[in-house]
């Protein structure tokens, strides 16, 4: 069964500051996906890593895959208040279609 | 956005009734899928389609049934809701990953009282 944990689950940051998500999923699988959501609203397509050491960068935000150590990253750089909102990774099947969430990270960054 | 419609947006619904909730593509995508959303849980499968009339369960199944008699339509039923029900609901389509993988739908909001 699939497991995905990230951590911190809640983040208070100030403005200007760097900071760092992570992902741990539980199999080997080499595709992992990063969301968006702001309250009441749907999901957004952030990143999609298909492969080990994958790095991707929009803006201030940069994902990276380590499929060894079962470990995402999503690197927040010099953070702006609109940046806030619930960031989920998920873990995609390799040999299936079905992805698996984790608990969401809460953003919040001060002025 | 994305061609995925879910309807309806909100409801409001008794203890014991049934409720269809619809979800809608128009870009003929294989897989459909619905989750739900609660708090400290993020987004859990519930059910998923691989084609018309393919179906399978995810990890939150029991009390739901779901339908795929066409491509564009995938069916989320609850046959007698309860108030453990109460959550919002996505449907999903998978697409390229050139285009971001998965797209949700805009999300239904059921209440269960």
């Known amino acids: 069964e699939l497991k995905v944990e990230q951590n911190p689950l809640f983040l208070s940051m100030q403005e200007g500051k760097n900071y760092t998500i992570y992902c741990n999923y539980s199999?080997?699988?080499?595709?992992l996906y990063w969301y968006r959501q702001d309250p009441g609203k749907s999901l957004e397509s952030l990143f999609v890593?298909?492969?080990?050491?994958a790095v991707k960068q929009e803006g201030r935000l940069m994902a990276s895959l380590d499929t060894k150590a079962r470990l995402s990253t999503l690197h927040i750089t010099a953070a702006v208040h609109d940046l806030s909102a619930t960031y989920f990774c998920?873990?995609?099947?390799?040999?299936?279609?079905?992805?698996?969430f984790g608990e969401g990270t809460q953003l919040t960054v001060n002025p | 956005d994305a061609g995925i419609t879910q309807s309806p947006r909100h409801k409001v619904t008794e203890t014991g009734t049934p409720v269809t909730l619809r979800c809608h593509q128009t870009?003929?995508?294989?897989?459909m899928y619905w989750y739900r959303q609660d708090p400290g849980h993020g987004l859990r499968l519930i059910h998923y389609?691989?084609?018309?009339?393919?179906?399978d369960k995810g990890e939150v199944s029991d009390g739901y049934s779901v339908s795929r008699s066409k491509t564009e339509d995938f069916l989320l039923t609850l046959e007698s809701a309860t108030s453990s029900q109460t959550s919002v609901y996505f449907c999903?389509?998978?697409?390229?990953?050139?285009?971001?993988?998965?797209?949700f739908g805009s999300g239904t909001r059921l209440t269960v009282v």
């Open positions: 998920a873990e995609g099947e390799t040999s299936g279609s079905r992805l698996t």
């Open positions: 199999t080997t699988s080499d595709r």
């Open positions: 890593l298909l492969s080990n050491g």
């Open positions: 870009e003929n995508h294989r897989y």
């Open positions: 389609s691989y084609g018309v009339k393919d179906t």
């Open positions: 999903a389509i998978k697409g390229q990953a050139s285009s971001g993988g998965y797209t």
